[in-house]
């Protein structure tokens, strides 16, 4: 089983550019989340879905679109990169809402931005 | 707002000694707590869970929590740790609205042989 995917594993960029974070599961899960990890922060939401067309803005949403036009996937994307976006993104995902079921979480992606 | 405090950032230990790694939340309401482990260049994993009921929960692997309400705490503990221990370990809280787990700011565990 793939469980939850995030492609690519590390990604460097130039300010200014825009590139996709793919995220994609296939446990046929409702709920799916991109964090985004930085040293001594633990892990900030960035948004999330609780089903497909449904998205909502996390913690730090800034700088970030989503959209969930299928179940199984799940893209970030970032419009215009800058170097406070340098982190690691872990997607997640959930067959319904915490706390009663577990979350998996991808393998993360590493993004520099510089 | 919620905030998950991890009071140790890193956690030097010797293998076969004990560890604690300290973790304070706060809440004004009921809490379900978690704590996660990371390995080195891998996700987070689910270690284990507090919902409701009893107030010490273990996993499968030597680890265990206590929830203690009065001290708004959940500290883990082990025993005896062994190198495959040496990760980073998460404590979060999870609030209804959104779905969303809160994490504290990690403790990285360093097991020396």
């Known amino acids: 089983n793939a469980g939850v995917t995030q492609t690519p594993k590390f990604q460097v960029l130039k300010t200014g550019q825009s590139m996709t974070l793919q995220c994609a599961q296939d446990m046929n899960h409702e709920y799916m989340s991109w964090y985004r990890q930085d040293p001594g922060m633990g892990l900030r939401l960035i948004h999330y879905s609780v089903g497909a067309g449904i998205t909502d803005q996390g913690e730090v949403p800034n700088g970030y679109n989503v959209s969930r036009s299928t179940t199984e996937d799940f893209p970030l994307r970032l419009l215009s990169a800058a170097p406070s976006q340098t982190s690691v993104y872990f997607c997640?995902?959930?067959?319904?809402?915490?706390?009663?079921?577990?979350?998996?979480f991808g393998q993360g992606t590493r993004l520099t931005v510089v | 707002a919620q905030s998950v405090t991890q009071l140790d950032s890193q956690v030097p230990v010797f293998e076969e000694a004990p560890v604690e790694l300290r973790c304070n939340y706060s809440s004004s309401v009921s809490v379900y707590l978690f704590w996660y482990v990371q390995y080195p260049n891998q996700g987070l994993q689910l270690l284990l869970k507090?919902?409701?009921?009893?107030?010490l929960v273990e996993s499968i692997n030597g680890f265990e929590a206590e929830f203690n309400k009065s001290q708004t705490s959940f500290h883990l503990r082990k025993p005896s740790v062994h190198i495959s221990d040496t990760a980073e370990y998460f404590c979060?809280?999870?609030?209804?609205?959104?779905?969303?787990?809160?994490f504290g700011g990690g403790t990285r565990v360093l097991v020396k042989p």
């Open positions: 507090y919902l409701s009921g009893s107030t």
């Open positions: 997640a995902s959930s067959y319904e809402g915490l706390p009663n079921t577990e979350a998996f």
């Open positions: 979060a809280v999870f609030r209804t609205a959104g779905n969303k787990l809160t």
